[in-house]
């Protein structure tokens, strides 16, 4: 099975920061990446597909890079509703492996 | 508006059984397949089970192998999954997913049902 590394868990930031989560995958997955945000209570929302595409209405300031086994989701100014827990997911197979998550709060 | 909404979740005790619906709207649903994920309670997200468009493959993550059943009605869009022998370990949200077409990503999702497995 593909498992899937992120980090950091916890990041602490203030608006208008430039924040950048890592996710590593165990095995080269070429672009099969996503990048869901999931706010306390609620369900995943996707952000990015195949990981570098942004899914229709979700905000520019939102970038997703990488390929083969290192992948990166870029916010390029924190907004206030940005604080949330990201998740990455491969989809290289029909298992879907998710990261452990990244936790995103106020500095 | 493309919608999922899952129900049929509640307390069911340790080795008993359960069935989660999920009712689709807004789109085609027999083109696209669909998934069950779940959450425990402060945990990260767990990929359950998938089921093609057709209704005609099906996976399981190894955690559910063997008790849990993923099933279709196309003629009623709507989802379902059978849970047996349920543990303690199985209590958490469970979310249905649409998965966008030809991937394993999902690209909508439910609003989420609880499962508790307790005594």
């Known amino acids: 099975d593909v498992q899937m590394t992120q980090s950091p868990s916890t990041l602490s930031a203030s608006v208008g920061d430039r924040v950048t989560i890592t996710c590593r995958a165990s095995q080269s997955i070429s672009i099969w990446l996503a990048w869901y945000q999931q706010k306390p209570g609620k369900a995943p929302k996707l952000l990015i597909y195949?990981?570098?595409s942004l899914e229709s209405g979700v905000p520019s300031r939102f970038s997703g890079s990488g390929s083969g086994t290192e992948f990166t989701l870029t916010i390029s100014s924190l907004q206030p509703d940005d604080f949330a827990t990201y998740y990455c997911?491969?989809?290289?197979?029909?298992?879907?492996?998710f990261g452990r998550g990244t936790e995103v709060e106020i500095k | 508006e493309v919608q999922v909404l899952e129900s049929g979740g509640g307390l069911v005790q340790p080795g008993g059984s359960l069935r989660l619906s999920c009712a689709a709207s807004g789109f085609t649903f027999s083109t696209y397949g669909m998934s069950w994920v779940r959450q425990a309670a402060g945990k990260g997200l767990e990929w359950v089970s998938t089921i093609s468009g057709s209704g005609d493959t099906t996976y399981y993550a190894d955690s559910v192998e063997g008790r849990f059943t993923i099933s279709r009605d196309n003629s009623k869009k709507t989802l379902y999954l059978q849970m047996n022998s349920l543990r303690a370990e199985d209590t958490a949200i469970y979310y249905c997913?649409?998965?966008?077409?030809?991937?394993?990503?999902?690209?909508?999702w439910g609003k989420g049902t609880t499962v508790t497995v307790s005594s």
């Open positions: 997911q491969q989809y290289n197979n029909y298992s879907g492996t």
């Open positions: 997913a649409k998965r966008a077409f030809g991937y394993y990503y999902m690209d909508v």
């Open positions: 195949k990981a570098s």
